[in-house]
């Protein structure tokens, strides 16, 4: 249990952090990034695995879990059993999802200009988003947590080809950048903010995509090999397969 450790305050200021300083991206799922590349974060099982390690050193009780989204069994989640029972950390989203999600009750929160409203389901917890002009179901946690020995294995066959990602068409990359999130999709970047209207910014070119890359999250390019050539061999064989 969490008894003595951190509180609920606390862990959610750490969540807040690790959405500042590590982002969400595929660059290595996709290849654009070498071994050698220094750079942290990558998709939920990355980001998931990171703060795990981190709440467990801090003397959170924190288990690897398993949710849905569109249809297939393939996000990753945290489980962590506090004092006053299970909550959810969705650390690993390419959203920025900082609060927890009690497992016991539905909850409502703003973040962003986003908001996040999670609906109890049966045997499921439902995540929702709420965005100007749309709600989608972003997931659903299982309320009944399976052996962690389970979702290791799950990890480790997570790029086998059984799952359709939803970040495999095209480039992803999405951080909290001061007072604002940026989600860059493809050629779309997307600002998000509590005190102004959503942008949308498009860069077309594969120089521009990777200038955005630069400009809007300080990603160097150089340490991380990545170049228009590479982009676009990998666009290509998205574009290819679809």
């Known amino acids: ?15 807040l952090d690790e959405f500042r300083a590590t982002p969400f991206h595929n660059l290595l799922y996709l290849g654009l990034c070498g071994p050698s590349c220094a750079l942290e974060g990558g998709t939920c099982s990355d980001k998931v695995l990171a703060f795990q390690a981190r709440l467990q050193s ?3 009780s924190a288990r690897l879990h398993n949710a849905w989204i569109n249809h297939q069994l393939c996000h990753r989640v945290l489980a962590l059993e506090l004092d006053d029972g299970v909550y959810y ?4 989203n390419a959203w920025p999802s900082i609060r927890l999600f009690p497992a016991a009750r539905e909850v409502r929160y703003r973040a962003f200009g986003i908001v996040f409203q999670t609906r109890l389901r049966d045997a499921f917890l439902d995540v929702y988003q709420l965005k100007p002009g749309s709600e989608t179901l972003s997931q659903s946690i299982p309320l009944r947590l399976e052996p962690e020995s ?3 294995t799950a990890i480790a066959r997570r790029f086998s080809g059984e799952m359709n990602y939803p970040f495999s068409a ?11 999130f940026l989600f860059l999709k493809g050629d779309e970047l997307r600002i998000f903010s509590d005190h102004k209207a959503t942008r949308s910014l498009r860069f077309t070119s ?15 390019l150089d340490d991380c090999g990545l170049s228009e050539g590479r982009l676009g061999s990998v666009r290509g064989n998205v574009e290819h397969a679809l």
């Open 1 to 15: 249990m969490n008894k003595g450790a951190l509180s609920i305050h606390e862990i959610e200021q750490l969540m």
């Open 58 to 60: 801090a003397g959170v």
């Open 89 to 92: 950390a969705d650390v690993g």
């Open 150 to 152: 389970a979702v290791i």
């Open 170 to 180: 095209g480039l992803r990359y999405a951080q909290v950048i001061g007072d604002k």
């Open 206 to 220: 594969l120089s521009s995509q990777l200038s955005a890359l630069r400009n809007y999250f300080g990603l160097d």
